[in-house]
């Protein structure tokens, strides 16, 4: 029997994004401490991974919380709406 391979890190990336599009899509706009929650990934990789679906055009940032807590204030973000440019389907 073959010896399991270990995951590399694109393919970790590739699995993180896909948990956090379906907690998205599952659960409408969340906050990354709340994504974190959900998909069992740290805040950190959260905000990482966020980023990258922004970069993507997959998701959207569309709130900012102010709070009483230190740091810089928390954002929610959402699934992208759908292009509806000519040549996107």
């Known amino acids: 029997m073959a010896t399991p391979t270990p995951g590399t890190p694109s ?6 994004d896909r ?5 998205l899509l599952a659960e409408g706009p969340l906050t990354r401490p709340r994504l974190s929650d959900l998909t069992g ?7 990482q991974l966020l980023a990258r679906l922004v970069e993507a055009g997959l998701v959207v940032q569309d709130g900012v919380r102010e709070g009483s ?11 992208a709406p759908p ?6 389907t």
Do not use: F, Q, V, Y
Not at 11 to 16: D, E, G, T, V, Y
Not at 41 to 47: C, F
Not at 69 to 79: D, L
């Open 11 to 16: 393919m970790l990336r590739a699995i993180n």
């Open 69 to 79: 807590r230190a740091g810089p204030p928390s954002c929610t973000g959402s699934t």
């Open 83 to 88: 292009r509806t440019s000519p040549g996107w």
């Open 41 to 47: 990934i740290s805040k950190p990789t959260a905000s």
């Open 19 to 23: 948990a956090a599009l379906e907690a």
